[in-house]
C-alpha cells in the first residue's frame, strides 16, 4: 500500500525558504499515470493546491505562488520535494504531499505544520 | 483562480440525507468531469469519497453519491450517521490546468 510522509522544518522565520521533502514507499513514484502533489491547509482553513511534479521533473505551479516555488523530483530516492522562498505568517500551514491520479489525490501524507514567525 | 464556492455548513439528523453543494464557473467544473470530494474528519487528513464527479473509491460506503449540473457539483450523504461528522471540500479541474479547492463544508450529525 503507498506511503506518503513528509519531512522539514516546522518552524521558520519571516523572509526564509521553506524546504520540505516528501518519501514515497510501497509502490514506485516513477511512471506516466501520476504526479505527484503539495497541497496546504492553514489552520482552520481550506484546502490550498501549490502544484504537482511528474517522474520526469516536469512541474505545473498554482500561479498565485508560481513566483516562489520550485518542485524537484528524486526517483533513485522515491522522493519529491517542494522549496518556497520568502515565506511570511500568511504561508503558515499544514502541509501535505499526495499522489494525483488525473484531477484527484490519493493518498495524502499524515501532514506537516510549518509556522512562519519571527 | 478563485476558489469553489461551498457552504459553510450544514445539518441533519441520523438516518436523513444531505447535500453539500460546491459551485465553481464555465471555467472549471461547468466545462470539465474532473470533480472530485474529499472527508476531512476532526484533526485528521482529507480522504477521498468520491472522483471524477460519480465515482467512489474502493473502500467507499455507497452512502455517499456525487452529481453535477452545469457549473455545480453535488456531494450526497443518505442514511447519515454520527461518523459522518466532518468537513468536506470539493476539488476540480480549471481551464489553466491547475487544480482548484472549495472553502469546506462543515457537516454536523444533529
Not at chain 1, 78 to 99: I, M, P
Not at chain 2, 34 to 41: A, C, K, M, N
Not at chain 2, 64 to 74: E, L, N, P, V
Request: net charge neutral.
Amino acid at each position: 500500500q503507498l506511503h506518503l510522509q513528509e519531512s522539514g522544518p516546522g518552524l521558520l522565520k519571516p523572509s526564509e525558504t521553506l524546504s520540505l521533502t516528501c518519501s514515497v514507499s510501497g509502490d514506485s513514484i516513477s511512471g506516466p499515470t501520476y504526479s505527484w502533489s503539495w497541497i496546504r491547509q492553514p489552520p482552520g482553513r481550506g484546502l490550498e493546491w501549490i502544484g504537482n511534479i511528474s517522474d520526469t521533473g516536469s512541474p505545473f505551479y498554482n500561479p498565485s505562488l508560481k513566483s516562489r516555488i520550485t518542485m524537484s523530483v528524486d526517483t533513485m530516492k522515491s522522493q519529491f520535494s517542494l522549496r518556497l522562498s520568502s515565506v511570511t505568517a500568511a504561508d503558515t500551514a499544514v502541509y501535505y504531499c499526495a499522489r494525483q491520479n488525473s484531477a484527484w489525490f490519493d493518498p495524502w501524507g499524515q501532514g506537516t505544520l510549518v509556522a512562519v514567525s519571527s | 483562480q478563485s476558489a469553489l464556492t461551498q457552504p459553510a455548513s450544514v445539518s441533519g439528523s441520523p438516518g436523513q440525507s444531505v447535500t453539500i453543494s460546491c459551485t465553481g464557473t464555465s471555467g472549471d467544473i461547468g466545462t470539465y468531469n474532473f470533480v472530485s470530494w474529499y472527508q476531512q474528519l476532526p484533526g485528521k487528513v482529507p480522504k477521498l469519497v468520491i472522483f471524477d464527479v460519480t465515482n467512489r473509491p474502493s473502500g467507499i460506503s455507497n452512502r455517499f453519491s456525487g452529481s453535477k449540473s452545469g457549473t455545480t457539483a453535488s456531494l450526497t450523504i443518505s442514511g447519515l450517521q454520527g461518523e459522518d461528522e466532518a468537513d468536506y471540500f470539493c476539488s476540480s479541474y480549471t481551464r489553466g490546468g491547475t487544480l482548484v479547492f472549495g472553502g469546506g463544508t462543515k457537516l454536523t450529525v444533529l
